[in-house]
């Protein structure tokens, strides 16, 4: 059982927008604003969406945005397109001695 | 040029031993903290090890803790992971990624793991 709790799937229409929830604890994502998203496609390795809740690296998207309230986490995706369909998965820092938490991924279907 | 190779992972028996590598390229290795994140098959992330730029600092997933080891070769810029006592549940496709970014005393500053590598799968069974 992963430690941050995500929607097992979201869907939505091309142009539409969604938003994926992470909701941990007050040891990790309601504690730090070090929570990030990881976009990965079938078969590829994951890629960084967004890092310290609201943070994106160059190159990516200004579809992709990411908050937080309290203990939950939000990825929202706007202007949905096809090529967004793929499993997201959020993590945070969770302090010294567990470090690092992933979210149980999201899988995202454009229909 | 790939900046994150992974390599190593293979068939071993349950209680048996595998180094993974990762060998780092178009960056200062030497700067950053390095971790390995896992994937068993069609499940999701889990977060394995992290150690500092340095080597000073290590720190472990309470699942692997005891039985694997994180280490790095900055004169290599090269990142190991010495996994021992291996159980089937270990049976995953395991990830070098750069990151997260922490200060040279080992404090957390950002939580990027950018970029990964594509990963080398281990499969634990007899």
């Known amino acids: 059982q992963s430690a941050l709790t995500q929607p097992a799937s979201v869907s939505g229409s091309p142009g539409q927008w969604i938003t994926i929830s992470c909701t941990g604890t007050?040891?990790?994502?309601?504690?730090?604003?070090?929570v990030s998203w990881y976009q990965q496609h079938p078969g590829r390795a994951p890629k960084l969406l967004i890092y310290?809740?609201?943070k994106r690296p160059s190159g990516v998207s200004n579809r992709f945005s990411g908050s937080k309230s309290g203990n939950t986490a939000s990825l929202t995706i706007s202007g949905l397109r096809t090529d967004d369909e793929a499993d997201y998965y959020c993590?945070?820092?969770?302090?010294?001695?567990?470090?690092?938490?992933f979210g149980g991924g999201t899988k995202l279907a454009v229909l | 040029e790939v900046p994150l190779l992974e390599s190593g992972g293979g068939l071993v028996q349950p209680g048996g031993s595998l180094r993974l590598s990762c060998a780092a390229s178009?960056?200062?290795?030497?700067?950053?903290?390095m971790s390995w994140v896992r994937q068993a098959p069609g499940k999701g992330l889990e977060w394995i090890s992290t150690?500092?730029?340095?080597?000073?600092?290590?720190y472990s997933a309470d699942s692997v803790k005891g039985r694997f080891s994180i280490s790095r070769d900055n004169s290599k810029t090269t990142l190991y992971l010495q996994m021992n006592s291996l159980r089937a549940e270990d049976t995953a496709l395991y990830y070098c990624?750069?990151?997260?970014?922490?200060?040279?005393?080992?404090?957390?500053?950002?939580?990027?793991?950018?970029?990964w590598g594509q990963g080398t799968l281990v499969t634990v069974s007899s």
């Open positions: 990624t750069k990151g997260p970014e922490m200060t040279f005393g080992g404090e957390f500053v950002s939580s990027w793991l950018d970029p």
């Open positions: 178009g960056f200062t290795f030497s700067n950053f903290a």
């Open positions: 150690i500092t730029y340095n080597g000073g600092t290590t």
């Open positions: 007050s040891n990790d994502v309601g504690g730090y604003n070090y």
């Open positions: 310290d809740v609201t």
């Open positions: 993590s945070s820092y969770s302090g010294s001695s567990t470090f690092v938490v």
